[in-house]
């Protein structure tokens, strides 16, 4: 499966974004679709997921209350509406498939997508 991610940009914080993950090839109602993200030096880490057949979603404990992910089974996307953006949610930010059905660590994950660059401003 190819992953195109797309949305990043440069936003203030308290600001909002929406990250999207287009996918090319078959997913299957047991595979996890997750977003991570990572900063230089640091390891990449998990923010959400969600069951593409159930639509079950996981977060990260920094980000609940603040970030959705949703799926979009019709046309194979996913996506990631990120509100209250703080100066340390600037990141790269990757979507990927995780055929096994696990869904938090970065080793279980398949495909990988592009970064897509979110800085929040202070």
């Known amino acids: 499966v190819q992953l195109q991610a797309s949305g990043g940009g440069l936003v203030q914080a308290g600001g909002s974004l929406r990250l999207s993950c287009a996918a090319s090839?078959?997913?299957?109602?047991?595979?996890?679709m997750g977003w991570f993200r990572q900063t230089p030096g640091s390891e990449r880490e998990f923010v959400a997921a969600?069951?593409?057949?159930?639509?079950?979603?996981y977060y990260a404990d920094f980000v609940k209350g603040r970030f959705t992910i949703s799926r979009n089974t019709a046309e194979n996307a996913v996506y990631l509406q990120m509100n209250s953006l703080k100066p340390e949610d600037t990141a790269d930010y990757y979507c990927?498939?995780?055929?096994?059905?696990?869904?938090?660590?970065?080793?279980?994950?398949?495909?990988w997508g592009q970064g897509t660059l979110v800085t929040v401003s202070s």
């Open positions: 990927a498939i995780s055929r096994s059905g696990l869904n938090y660590a970065v080793t279980v994950y398949n495909d």
């Open positions: 090839g078959r997913i299957f109602s047991s595979h996890v």
């Open positions: 969600v069951r593409w057949g159930t639509g079950k979603t």
